[in-house]
Nanobody, 119 residues
Framework: QVRLVESGGGLVQPGGSLRLSCAAS????????MGWHRQAPGKERELVAT???????NYQDSVKGRFTISTDNAKNTVYLQMNSLKPEDTSVYYC?????????????WGQGTQVTVSS
């Protein structure tokens, strides 16, 4: 069983920063990709950023230059450093891990952490 535990959400003023963390535990054999999605009320879930096992990253256009995704492979942990936050970044942020066991792919999700950007 794989478990993802997120932390770091909260309330921040526009222009502020937050750092989200997501630690994966359990029988994870080989991680292919980790990343973050977000979902605002009344909107569909959208990709924010991903990072693969080789360290290559991908970002949604609206967060490029403001958000940075990184990992600590020894801890199976993914981070999202969010700077210059805007009110439109307000969402529940979900981390995920895409991992493989032999030829079988698995995707597991965290429980979500609320990020609110407001003055």
């Amino acid at each position: 069983q794989v478990r993802l535990v997120e932390s770091g959400g909260g309330l921040v003023q526009p222009g502020g920063s937050l750092r989200l963390s997501c630690a994966a535990s359990g029988n994870i054999y080989r991680i292919a990709t980790m990343g973050w999605h977000r979902q605002a009320p009344g909107k569909e879930r959208e990709l924010v950023a991903t990072i693969n096992s080789g360290g290559s990253t991908n970002y949604q256009d609206s967060v490029k230059g403001r958000f940075t995704i990184s990992t600590d492979n020894a801890k199976n942990t993914v981070y999202l450093q969010m700077n210059s936050l805007k009110p439109e970044d307000t969402s529940v942020y979900y981390c995920y891990v895409h991992w493989q066991s032999g030829v079988i792919s698995h995707i597991d999700w965290g429980q979500g952490t609320q990020v609110t950007v407001s003055s």
